[in-house]
């Protein structure tokens, strides 16, 4: 039996007095694509703190690459949430990414310069960005820029991938299309990815796993099996109608404390 990438056995969390969640238990297997779900302030960012080992749980156990949290970052790559690149960053895509491997917390250092460039070329080129990567990171539209900031944690091979939010303030064409980049980065290089987001929808065809953070607890499965009513009526602890529309998309009605730009998709 191999060894999950990521194991969380009742596992709590506390922050300023308050729990966040408790009693999780959580397996994800390597080569896994993984949407974690929930509710603005459920703690889905703060699981992937826990994972980095930048938080401590109050309880319970938590193992990342068969080890405590924090022993292997150097084989994690992690994209945080983002609030938008200044106009006026004159910063080449190509050396934006080239920060993945000597300037970034969380990246390999490669002290060979002719094996860096190769290496820094071949990722730019998975994630389709080559035809831009000598522009200025300024210049780029939203859906360029994040193919660029997933080739940057993604340069260092890591095992496994944290993103938090990368489609947040893409539209909808675009949060499609590094759905689909990221289903075929995780299963052809067997890179397990963790992908924070408010809206399965984009994620949904290609998405092998949910964690949904909710009410102060995890829960984890298919999407068919935690995104239905009855699953969710019992994490919130009211009632929840999961609905599907005509398009295949997922209308949530009744969700608590829904995120304001959920837009349609919640009321």
């Not at 924070?196 to 929808?201: E, I, L, P, R």
């Amino acid at each position: 039996m191999s060894v999950p990438a990521i194991e969380l056995r009742n596992a709590s969390i506390r922050r300023g007095g308050r729990t966040v969640w408790s009693d999780a238990s959580l397996e994800v297997a390597q080569g896994e694509f993984v949407a974690v779900l929930g509710p603005n302030g459920a703690g889905k960012s703060t699981l992937l703190d826990v994972l980095l080992g930048l938080e401590k749980t109050a309880s319970g156990s938590v193992g990342v690459l068969g080890s405590p949290p924090g022993l292997h970052n150097e084989r994690i790559g992690y994209l945080p949430q983002r609030h938008g690149v200044d106009a006026g960053l004159r910063i080449r895509g190509v050396d934006l990414v080239r920060l993945g491997l000597d300037g970034n917390r969380f990246g390999l250092p490669l002290r060979a310069r002719a094996s860096s460039r190769e290496r820094v070329s071949e990722t730019i080129a998975m994630v389709g960005a080559a035809s831009y990567e000598r522009r200025a990171i300024g210049e780029l539209s939203g859906g360029e820029q994040q193919r660029l900031l997933i080739a940057q944690a993604l340069v260092g091979r890591p095992e496994l991938l944290f993103l938090d939010e990368p489609l947040d303030g893409l539209d909808l064409p675009n949060q499609t299309a590094v759905s689909a980049l990221l289903s075929r980065i995780s299963h052809s290089q067997d890179v397990t990815i963790l992908l924070v987001a408010h809206d399965v929808n984009p994620l949904l065809p290609y998405i092998d796993r949910v964690v949904y953070v909710a009410g102060g607890k995890i829960l984890a499965g298919t999407p068919d099996d935690v995104i239905a009513s009855e699953t969710l009526s019992a994490l919130y602890g009211v009632r929840v109608e999961v609905l599907r529309a005509s398009d295949g998309r997922l209308v949530v009605v009744g969700e608590p404390e829904a995120p304001p730009h959920h837009g349609a998709h919640h009321h």
